[in-house]
Nanobody
Framework: QVELVESGGGLVQAGSSLRLSCVASGDTPNRYAMTWFRQAPGKESEFVAAINARSTAYVDSVKDRFIISRENAKSTVRLQMNNLKPEDTAVYYC????????????????WGQGTQVTVSS
């Protein structure tokens, strides 16, 4: 069992930065692939970024703006979001799964409660 707690969301203006954090606890969370998804109002959940032991991955719309990183000593995954745009507005969720990352929501066993990010124009 893994528990995930996100933090760091907020209301910012376009062009600003935010850093989201996801703290994991429980069953050796550092062995899990960790991923950020987001869900905007009225839309389906969208893969944003993922990190496992060897690599990272990003959706095209956030490449060169977002950076995912991992601090294993603190069982923490962070998402540094730069040059935020109104279309980044969503609830951001941290998710974990054993093995490699996946871009599919249904592949993940563990989820955080979400943190709201709102970007005004």
């Amino acid at each position: 069992q893994v528990e995930l707690v996100e933090s760091g969301g907020g209301l910012v203006q376009a062009g600003s930065s935010l850093r989201l954090s996801c703290v994991a606890s429980g069953d050796t969370p550092n062995r899990y692939a960790m991923t950020w998804f987001r869900q905007a109002p009225g839309k389906e959940s969208e893969f944003v970024a993922a990190i496992n032991a060897r690599s990272t991955a990003y959706v095209d719309s956030v490449k060169d703006r977002f950076i995912i990183s991992r601090e294993n000593a603190k069982s923490t995954v962070r998402l540094q979001m730069n040059n935020l745009k109104p279309e980044d507005t969503a609830v951001y969720y941290c998710a974990a799964r054993r093995g490699e990352y996946s871009v599919y929501v249904t592949a993940y066993e563990y989820w955080g409660q979400g943190t709201q990010v709102t970007v005004s124009s």
